[in-house]
């Protein structure tokens, strides 16, 4: 099920919610929610759910564990415990996101044949697997508390507004938020106008600029030159923006409905003047994960030169194979692993003395061809892309609007698309009175329409991050 479809906005939603606001007491309120989460997981393939209820069991019993060998000063047998989880469940993740891939290479590199059946992906297990993953880490570093009740724990893994796509939230974040949160008729009108805000960028912007990226890359480079690659590029930067950053804003809304409050996990990340401050910006959320549970226990940038080298490349591959089992997702790791090692050793001075125009535009140039690493299906699709972007290919117009005219109705969205990724809106300010929230929630109910109108005409059209 998925945020932008009739059946979540006009069945799932409000059933929720009228079923959890109908319920006084905190207990029954979590009950609700954690039902209602485990459905909207198990709608597309129920048996998945049994994997992810499986990790979180692990989890649970885990923490069980090393608190007691802790509390009896075993602490050699605390760590074992403790490793021992997070391999179990790291494990799952790696056979059923990782194993396709090794079988592949293997076959590929010794010319063999093994009696392999390819193993589907769960969707959405990169992200839970983290968010269990820092539970078990703060656990034993002794930054939060043991969790007892394995249903408080389960609900937090499956909890529905974040469940698929992110952001990536910590237990840390939301571990008072499950016994003692409160819901206000102010966070329920905020919550909704941010979700509006969210389904507007994925089924008014998003959908229809994908388009274009679409149309091009999958048709008849006999006419589809260079320049049309280049506007595929940017159109996929967009897509992408738009689409990761929409469902962002409906999780966090929605979280906003229930009491949680999530932290931001795109902070207009096009509008940053270098790849350091881009990353910064973009999927904080996964960024600030890999900081602080990989990045920094290598050592960070309090080590020798070559050690602070190898940590920046390890982290931005495993950054790159978090988002795919592809040698182009690998080769977008090793992309920004440079591009942000350029940027720290000398070029980020350089661009700090820029005008912020002329930074920003080199930056989101350098942004906008790793998208085309990271959207191609494999490494060989990725650098035709990339070939046909710098061969000066001629591109024929008017043989491309002859084969789709939709190309042009697509085109409309480019603009828009541009201006929406500045901050615009957060300068219109309202007073905070009746009248002001008034507007607030006028405009975000007019959103709202016009998203059910495109929703109603166009096809379905699953968010980008639902692959990982």
């Given at each position: 099920?998925?945020?932008?479809?009739?059946?979540?906005l006009?069945?799932?939603?409000?059933?929720?919610?009228?079923?959890?606001?109908?319920?006084p007491?905190?207990?029954?309120?979590?009950?609700?929610?954690?039902?209602?989460?485990?459905?909207?997981?198990?709608?597309?393939?129920?048996?998945?759910?049994?994997?992810?209820?499986?990790?979180?069991?692990?989890?649970y019993?885990?923490?069980?564990l090393?608190?007691?060998y802790?509390?009896?000063?075993?602490?050699?047998?605390k760590?074992?415990?403790?490793?021992?989880?997070?391999?179990?469940?790291?494990?799952?993740?790696?056979?059923f996101?990782?194993?396709?891939?090794?079988?592949?290479?293997?076959?590929?590199?010794?010319?063999?044949?093994?009696?392999?059946k390819?193993?589907?992906l769960?969707?959405?297990?990169?992200?839970?697997?983290?968010?269990?993953?820092?539970y078990?880490?703060?656990?034993?570093r002794?930054?939060?508390s043991?969790?007892?009740?394995?249903?408080?724990?389960?609900?937090?893994?499956?909890?529905?507004?974040?469940?698929?796509?992110?952001?990536?939230?910590?237990?840390?974040?939301?571990?008072?938020?499950?016994?003692?949160?409160?819901?206000?008729?102010?966070?329920?009108?905020?919550?909704?106008?941010?979700?509006?805000?969210?389904?507007?960028?994925?089924?008014?912007?998003?959908?229809?600029?994908?388009?274009?990226?679409?149309?091009?890359?999958?048709?008849?480079?006999?006419?589809?030159?260079?320049?049309?690659?280049?506007?595929?590029?940017?159109?996929?930067?967009?897509?992408i923006?738009?689409?990761?950053?929409?469902?962002?804003?409906?999780?966090?809304?929605?979280?906003?409905?229930?009491?949680?409050?999530?932290g931001?996990?795109?902070?207009?990340?096009?509008?940053?003047?270098?790849?350091?401050?881009?990353?910064?910006?973009?999927?904080?959320?996964?960024?600030s994960w890999?900081?602080?549970?990989?990045?920094?226990?290598?050592?960070?940038?309090?080590?020798?030169?070559?050690?602070?080298i190898?940590?920046?490349?390890a982290?931005?591959?495993?950054?790159g194979?978090?988002?795919g089992?592809?040698?182009?997702?690998?080769?977008?790791?090793?992309?920004?692993a440079?591009?942000?090692?350029?940027d720290?050793?000398?070029l980020?001075?350089?661009?700090?003395?820029?005008?912020?125009?002329?930074?920003?535009?080199?930056?989101?140039?350098?942004?906008?061809?790793?998208?085309?690493?990271?959207?191609?299906?494999?490494?060989?699709?990725?650098?035709?892309?990339?070939?046909?972007?710098?061969?000066?290919?001629?591109?024929?117009?008017?043989?491309?609007v002859?084969?789709?005219?939709?190309?042009?109705y697509?085109?409309?969205?480019?603009?828009?698309?541009?201006?929406c990724?500045?901050p615009?809106?957060?300068?219109?300010?309202l007073?905070?009175?009746?009248?002001?929230?008034?507007?607030?929630?006028?405009?975000?109910?007019?959103?709202?329409?016009?998203?059910?109108?495109?929703?109603?005409?166009?096809?379905?059209?699953?968010?980008i991050?639902?692959?990982?």
């Amino acid at each position: 099920m998925v945020f932008s479809s009739l059946s979540f906005l006009f069945f799932f939603l409000p059933t929720v919610l009228i079923a959890y606001f109908a319920l006084p007491w905190r207990r029954a309120k979590n009950t609700v929610l954690l039902i209602f989460s485990l459905f909207f997981y198990a709608w597309g393939e129920p048996k998945v759910i049994l994997l992810m209820i499986a990790a979180t069991l692990v989890a649970y019993f885990g923490g069980l564990l090393g608190e007691k060998y802790g509390a009896e000063g075993r602490t050699k047998a605390k760590k074992a415990v403790f490793i021992l989880t997070v391999c179990l469940i790291t494990s799952a993740l790696a056979v059923f996101k990782y194993l396709n891939f090794a079988v592949e290479n293997i076959e590929s590199l010794f010319s063999v044949d093994l009696p392999f059946k390819e193993i589907a992906l769960p969707i959405g297990i990169s992200f839970y697997t983290f968010q269990i993953l820092s539970y078990c880490i703060d656990l034993y570093r002794g930054q939060v508390s043991l969790q007892r009740n394995f249903f408080d724990l389960l609900l937090y893994v499956s909890l529905f507004p974040q469940l698929i796509a992110g952001p990536i939230v910590r237990y840390s974040d939301v571990d008072s938020e499950l016994s003692s949160r409160k819901e206000t008729l102010d966070d329920v009108a905020a919550g909704l106008r941010r979700f509006s805000v969210g389904l507007a960028k994925k089924v008014i912007l998003s959908n229809n600029i994908a388009a274009i990226s679409t149309l091009i890359y999958s048709g008849n480079t006999d006419f589809y030159g260079s320049g049309f690659y280049w506007l595929a590029a940017l159109a996929y930067a967009l897509h992408i923006y738009f689409d990761f950053s929409g469902y962002s804003d409906m999780a966090i809304g929605l979280g906003r409905v229930f009491g949680f409050r999530f932290g931001e996990n795109f902070n207009y990340p096009y509008t940053a003047t270098s790849v350091t401050d881009f990353w910064r910006r973009w999927h904080i959320s996964l960024s600030s994960w890999f900081r602080d549970y990989i990045y920094i226990p290598l050592g960070g940038n309090r080590v020798s030169r070559s050690r602070w080298i190898f940590n920046i490349c390890a982290v931005w591959l495993l950054t790159g194979l978090w988002h795919g089992a592809e040698w182009n997702f690998v080769l977008w790791g090793g992309y920004y692993a440079l591009l942000l090692l350029i940027d720290k050793l000398f070029l980020g001075k350089l661009l700090a003395r820029l005008p912020k125009l002329l930074s920003g535009l080199f930056t989101f140039f350098w942004v906008t061809l790793g998208w085309v690493l990271f959207n191609a299906d494999g490494l060989a699709p990725a650098l035709e892309n990339l070939r046909i972007m710098f061969s000066g290919i001629p591109s024929d117009v008017f043989a491309a609007v002859a084969a789709d005219s939709s190309l042009l109705y697509a085109l409309i969205y480019i603009p828009l698309g541009l201006v929406c990724i500045f901050p615009w809106a957060k300068r219109i300010k309202l007073p905070d009175s009746l009248a002001g929230e008034s507007l607030k929630n006028a405009a975000s109910l007019a959103l709202f329409g016009m998203s059910l109108v495109y929703l109603v005409s166009s096809g379905f059209n699953p968010f980008i991050y639902f692959r990982f």
